[in-house]
Every structure is written in structure tokens, then in C-alpha cells.
């Protein structure tokens, strides 16, 4: 798998990034490394997590970074590795309240490390905005991190184009980079960002498009494959896919868009795969999607597609704006 390097870092990580949120949960260890080494040999060398993960379900605190803090000592190829984690994500039962001060980035930083069994996390997110706290007060606690050696660098998650927008205008200001990279909820199925689940969720839009296209920021998407929903519309297996999912993806629009996918595979012999993130990889500015794979042969399909963007034509078919 090819690498692509995040302008102003010393980062340069694979294409796809393997998603962290079922490790050690929805999988136990054996299977988490499984797939982790999965995606190792496939070439794959940059891993998305959370402090957050998955503490939505029973059992354990953070398993998803511990089980890669595990997996990370039993391997030993820490340095070959970029590793991403995100901190300042609210309580889970009190979405409504930010946790964006200096003290709590600071103790899920660390916390963040402790779990991942590492000195250095690669690429630091922040989970969440706080559109309350100035820009200039976020920046100076993720800076101070940068010097202290405990972060390579920072981007953000879930933020408003214009939040974005302020918060480099200040970084450059001071001199630095601010944010390397945007994590967003994006792939080739519309979603209105009124219809997410969760409203401290950000959805690509017409202005944060505009922002990537205009800045060159790296874009690296959430949710890249709509959850499997074109693969499954494909094989006409969606009456198994995860309810909440296929309320959100199954509406006319996919529907529609799912036609010229697979119009689109019946054609050229690309795999459904290659089609949905090749839409990703063929857009006009860097996007490096966070794959969300639960299997090790949904991990060897998903990485077998990264090799192949869409065209602009071919991008203009699948999302409706141009017939074939
Ligand atoms: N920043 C944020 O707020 C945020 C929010 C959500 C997620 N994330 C990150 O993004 C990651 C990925 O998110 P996601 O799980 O929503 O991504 P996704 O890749 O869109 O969805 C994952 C699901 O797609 C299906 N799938 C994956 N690869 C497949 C393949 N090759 N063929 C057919 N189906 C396939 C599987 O569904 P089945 O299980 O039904 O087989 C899998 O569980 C997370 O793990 C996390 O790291 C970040």
C-alpha cells in the first residue's frame, strides 16, 4: 500500500488507516491481532483510536487503545507505525458539555499513552469542538505537547468549517501548522448532517469541502465505507446490516448511488471496495480513509482497493451529478 505524506509533519502513513473502535470489544485479542497484523501485511501502517473506545459498551475502559498497547509490545514495530488517538471527548452521558480545558486534554493525553503503552502518540485528535473556547487557548495546550515531545502533531474531529478556518489563521499567526489533518464523517453515501445520530458529529458539507479544497488539509473520513452498505447492497445482504446503520445510509439517494456503483463495477471489473474508497482517493486534495474492518478478509479487500482513485468523471457518475 502507497504512503502519503501530511504536509509541514514528518508523517507519511499508509493510505488507508485501520479503525480502532472494535478492538478488543466487539473482537477479543486474538481476533484484534489479527486483524491488526492483517493490515500489516498488507502494508497498512496507520492506526485511528480513542481514549473513548469503545466505553460505550460493558467491560473495560479504553480497550481499544490497551489492546493496541498490547498488540504494539507483543509485535515491536512501534517506530514503523502511525499511531493516532483522540482525547477531549465529552462524557458520554453529558454529550452536551464540552471537555476542552487545558486540565482535560492534558490528563486524556495522558491517559492516551499510558494506554497505548508508548511515549509518543504520532497524530493527536481532538474528538470534539468546544465553540466557546477560543481558538488561541486550544492551540497553546496542544502546542505545549508538541514541545514537551509527548505529541508529533495535532488535527481535529467533528469540527465546523469556520472553527477550522479560525484556528489556522491563528496558527499561522504564531508561526506553526495548527492542524495537519480533519476527521469528518465522509464517504461516497449522502448523509445530511441532519440526519446524524449524534449533532456533535460533523458530516463533509459544501464549506468544509471548499476549506480542503482551497487549503490542500489532509482529509481523513470516518465512516469511509457507509458501513458496508454498498458491499451490502450489492450482495443484497442488507436486511443483516446494523439497524441504526441502514436507517441512516438506506434512503433513495444511496439507493441510487448504489445502481451506478455497481453499474460502475460491471464495467471497469473493480470490486465494490475499489469503487466506494476509490471516490475517496479521487477527490482534488489528500484523503486517507479510516477503515472500519472487522474481519481480516474485509481488512485484505478494503486494502486491495487502495491502489485505485476514481476518476472526475467516474466521481460525477456514482454521486449523480453526471450520467455515463
Ligand atoms: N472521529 C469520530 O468521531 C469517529 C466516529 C466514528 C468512527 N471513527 C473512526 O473511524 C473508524 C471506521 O469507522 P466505521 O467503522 O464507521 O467505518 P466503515 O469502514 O464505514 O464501516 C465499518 C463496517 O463496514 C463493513 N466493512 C468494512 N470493510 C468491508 C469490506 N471490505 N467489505 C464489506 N464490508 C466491509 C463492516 O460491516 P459489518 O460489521 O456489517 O460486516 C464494518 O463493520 C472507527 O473504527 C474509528 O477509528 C471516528
Known amino acids: 500500500m502507497h504512503t502519503i505524506p501530511l504536509p509541514q509533519t ?9 479503525g480502532g473502535v472494535p478492538l478488543g470489544s466487539v473482537l477479543d485479542e486474538q481476533q484484534s491481532f ?20 469503545a466505553d460505550w459498551l460493558p467491560g ?42 487545558r486540565k482535560e486534554i492534558v490528563a486524556d493525553l495522558e491517559q492516551s499513552l499510558r494506554n497505548l503503552q508508548t511515549d509518543v502518540i504520532d497524530l493527536y485528535w481532538l474528538h470534539r469542538d468546544d465553540p466557546q473556547t477560543p481558538v488561541a487557548a486550544i492551540l497553546a495546550t496542544l502546542e505545549e505537547q508538541v514541545r514537551a515531545g509527548k505529541i508529533r502533531a495535532y488535527g481535529c474531529s467533528n469540527w465546523r468549517a469556520g472553527r477550522i478556518a479560525e484556528a489556522q489563521a491563528y496558527a499561522r499567526t504564531q508561526g506553526r501548522p495548527g492542524f495537519v489533518a480533519d476527521q469528518m464523517l465522509w464517504s461516497l453515501a449522502a448523509v445530511p448532517q441532519a440526519a446524524l445520530p449524534d449533532p456533535t458529529m460533523a458530516a463533509m458539507g459544501s464549506a468544509l469541502f471548499d476549506l480542503h479544497a482551497a487549503s490542500g488539509l489532509p482529509a481523513i473520513p470516518y465512516a469511509s465505507q457507509a458501513n458496508g452498505y454498498f458491499q451490502r447492497a ?38 465494490i471496495s475499489a469503487i466506494v474508497l476509490g471516490y475517496l482517493l479521487g477527490q482534488p486534495f489528500p484523503v486517507l480513509p479510516i477503515v472500519g474492518c472487522r474481519t481480516v478478509a474485509q481488512v485484505e479487500d478494503s486494502c486491495r482497493a487502495a491502489a485505485q482513485s476514481l476518476s472526475a468523471a467516474e466521481i460525477a457518475f456514482v454521486d449523480g451529478r453526471a450520467g455515463r
Open 10 to 18: 514528518d508523517l507519511a502513513p499508509s493510505v488507508l488507516c485501520l
Open 34 to 53: 489479527a486483524v491488526l497484523d492483517a493490515f500489516v501485511a498488507q502494508g497498512g501502517t496507520f492506526l485511528d483510536t480513542a481514549k473513548v473506545y
Open 234 to 271: 450489492a450482495a443484497d445482504t442488507l436486511a443483516g446490516m446494523n439497524e441504526g446503520s441502514r436507517r441512516l445510509y438506506d434512503t433513495p439517494e444511496n439507493r441510487r448511488r448504489s445502481q451506478a456503483v455497481q453499474a460502475l463495477a460491471a464495467e471497469t471489473g473493480r470490486s
Open 60 to 101: 473495560e475502559r479504553s480497550i481499544s487503545e490497551k489492546t493496541i498497547g498490547r498488540w504494539l509490545q507483543a509485535r515491536g514495530q512501534r517506530e514503523r507505525l502511525v499511531i493516532a488517538t483522540k482525547g477531549a471527548h465529552p462524557e458520554l452521558a453529558t454529550m452536551h458539555k464540552p471537555r476542552m480545558t
